[in-house]
């Protein structure tokens, strides 16, 4: 169990291009999250999967962004036509079904931070 | 919806003094709730959660959070704090309804102790 990874770890691009990030989650995590946390607030939930299927998307998700998880295991996240707006550091976040029941916890990997010039 | 508020966006605070990091929410529905925190250059990490049950819940480094339904309050403690604990502090709800567990975060406190 190494954590959930994201690669790149930064990202500077100039408005107008296109980005994509990868999550890979913890192993057998079948709940995959993308967040979204910009300068001095909390993060904002993106979407989510579970397994290969996208089952919520957030307003904040323009038509710019698509997300997918295409066998389960890693999710990229691409953004079209960059922004200076969508600077932020970029969540990902996985977790397991609980047995027992109530929530299960979400493990956070360390993020991308995007920079868009 | 949900909201979560935290009231104190920075809490500086000396060694071995105790600490109190404020955190109401706002929702309709019955909710989860949680603590994270944040150490400089790391990702997000789970310090603890109230699902049910006790309304008092306790971390592994001596933090501890009660949940107040009448006040909607979920306020995290520390009778003595260490160096170490500096980070930022994320207060986080899961809304009962729905299937999808997202989290819904307040805007953070930046604890910062100093020697």
């Known amino acids: 169990d190494t954590g959930v990874s994201q690669d790149p770890r930064h990202k500077i691009t100039k408005r107008g291009q296109n980005v994509t990030f990868r999550c890979d989650p913890i192993?057998?995590?079948?709940?995959l999250y993308w967040y979204r946390q910009t300068l001095g607030q909390g993060p904002e939930f993106l979407t989510y999967f579970q397994n290969e299927a996208q089952l919520e998307k957030s307003r904040l998700l323009s038509d710019r962004f698509s997300a997918e998880r295409p066998k389960g295991s890693f999710s990229t996240l691409e953004i079209q036509r960059t922004e200076q707006g969508d600077s932020a550091m970029y969540l990902c976040?996985?977790?397991?079904?609980?047995?027992?029941?109530?929530?299960?916890?979400?493990?956070f990997g360390p993020g991308t931070r995007l920079t868009v010039l | 919806a949900q909201s979560v508020t935290q009231l104190d966006s920075q809490v500086p605070v000396f060694e071995e003094a105790p600490v109190e990091l404020r955190c109401n929410y706002s929702s309709s529905v019955s909710v989860y709730l949680f603590w994270y925190v944040q150490y400089p250059n790391q990702g997000l990490q789970l310090l603890l959660k109230?699902?049910?049950?006790?309304?008092l819940v306790e971390s592994i480094n001596g933090f501890e959070a009660e949940f107040n339904k009448s006040q909607t309050s979920f306020h995290l403690r520390k009778p003595s704090v260490h160096i170490s604990d500096t980070a930022e502090y994320f207060c986080a709800v899961i809304a009962l309804e729905g299937s999808t567990d997202k989290l819904i975060f307040g805007t953070g406190t930046r604890l910062q102790v100093f020697p």
């Open positions: 192993s057998e995590h079948n709940r």
């Open positions: 976040a996985s977790s397991f079904p609980t047995t027992s029941g109530g929530a299960d916890t979400q493990y």
């Open positions: 109230y699902l049910s049950g006790s309304t």
